[in-house]
């Protein structure tokens, strides 16, 4: 499994960036998909994830009502919305995928055995 993290970049507070992430693998749609990040210094942390065919979907408290996932199974794709960023945003994003991950599971990084390389989100105010 290969993970390709796209779309980040310096935008200021209040802006939208829209990242993605593209899977080189079979059956994608039997993944779980998650997007985390890591601010320098600090752990990384959940974001937002969604169960392979879309129908539960997770996010953190920090991000909800501004942070939108979703995904195309025919794609290979899952992607990340996130309008009205604020400067706290300022991460280093990673997307992940993992089998088998139960509902209560979805926002543990743990779970999740496959990772991409991460692709950065400035925020500036």
């Known amino acids: 499994v290969q993970l390709q993290a796209s779309g980040g970049g310096l935008v200021q507070a209040g802006d939208s960036l829209k990242l993605s992430c593209d899977a080189s693998?079979?059956?994608?749609?039997?993944?779980?998909m998650g997007w985390f990040r890591q601010a320098p210094g600090k752990d990384r942390e959940f974001v937002a994830a969604?169960?392979?065919?879309?129908?539960?979907?997770r996010y953190a408290d920090s991000v909800k009502g501004r942070f939108a996932i979703s995904r195309d199974n025919s794609k290979n794709t899952v992607t990340l919305q996130m309008n009205s960023l604020k400067p706290e945003d300022t991460a280093l994003y990673y997307c992940?995928?993992?089998?088998?991950?139960?509902?209560?599971?979805?926002?543990?990084?743990?779970?999740?055995?496959?990772w991409g390389q991460g692709t950065q989100v400035t925020v500036s105010s």
């Open positions: 969604t169960k392979g065919n879309g129908g539960a979907i």
């Open positions: 693998v079979g059956m994608f749609r039997a993944y779980t």
């Open positions: 992940a995928a993992g089998r088998t991950i139960i509902q209560s599971s979805m926002t543990s990084e743990q779970a999740y055995a496959y």
